[in-house]
């Protein structure tokens, strides 16, 4: 069974940072592309960032370019989004996505808070 | 960017019967691989999104036969052919062509 899990998210003052974490299992993480979506409280889906099998590409929605970085390690199957310069407006539920331009598993999110 | 215009963002439909949820993007979503990178997603109230759709018209696995998508271009159409209580919740339809990837606002179905 594909399992995604995220961890990492909480409650962050303006401008500070915040690193997330997604855990997978059940497949071979490795040979996946792997992304990042965020739904703000009430609101709808948002891509946030996209990262290749081997890191050699990562994309990232406007809002978050030179804010949020998106890693890997394959050897410990997991997937990192590193959020600094924290804006009020980045406050969501953070999902972990399998896959490229579709998204067959997500987990269940980690909520930012960014607040003061 | 791609927009994603989802129609209607409400929608309130009697247990049976056929609900229809309309995806139009702002540029044609056919890839230069041949494909047409169109998904649909249902999120239950407190729930994680769920796929029910890709490429158009591919049907995840388990997901009911009364969920059928359709479309090409532009154009894009989600069909319920007959409603049930656990079809409630939000439907997103997503385009996978371009960057950045891009949702629709999402659609409300409720019962009514």
């Known amino acids: 069974e594909v399992r995604l899990v995220e961890s990492g998210g909480g409650l962050v003052q303006p401008g500070g940072s915040l690193r997330l974490s997604c855990v997978a299992s059940?497949?071979?993480?490795?040979?996946?592309?792997m992304t990042w979506v965020r739904q703000a409280p009430g609101k709808g889906l948002e891509w946030v960032a996209t990262i290749k099998q081997d890191a050699s590409e990562k994309y990232f929605v406007d809002s978050v370019k030179g804010r949020f970085t998106v890693s890997r390690d394959n050897a410990k199957n997991s997937l990192c989004l590193q959020m600094n310069s924290l804006r009020v407006d980045d406050t969501a539920l953070y999902y972990c996505?399998?896959?490229?331009?579709?998204?067959?598993?997500w987990g269940q999110g980690t909520l930012v808070t960014v607040s003061s | 960017d791609v927009l994603m215009t989802q129609s209607p963002l409400s929608l309130s439909v009697t247990l049976g019967q056929p609900a229809s949820i309309s995806c139009r993007s702002s540029q044609s979503l056919g890839n230069s691989d041949g494909n047409t990178y169109l998904s649909w997603f249902h999120q239950r109230p407190g729930q994680s999104p769920r796929r029910l759709i890709f490429k158009v018209s591919s049907r995840d696995s388990g997901v009911p036969d009364r969920f059928s998508g359709s479309g090409s271009g532009t154009d894009f159409t989600l069909k319920i052919s007959r409603v049930e209580a656990e079809d409630v919740g939000v439907y997103y339809c997503?385009?996978?062509?371009?960057?950045?990837?891009?949702f629709g606002q999402g659609t409300n179905v409720e019962i009514k």
């Open positions: 059940g497949f071979s993480f490795s040979s996946y592309w």
């Open positions: 996505a399998r896959g490229m331009s579709s998204h067959d598993s």
């Open positions: 997503m385009q996978g062509t371009y960057w950045p990837r891009t």
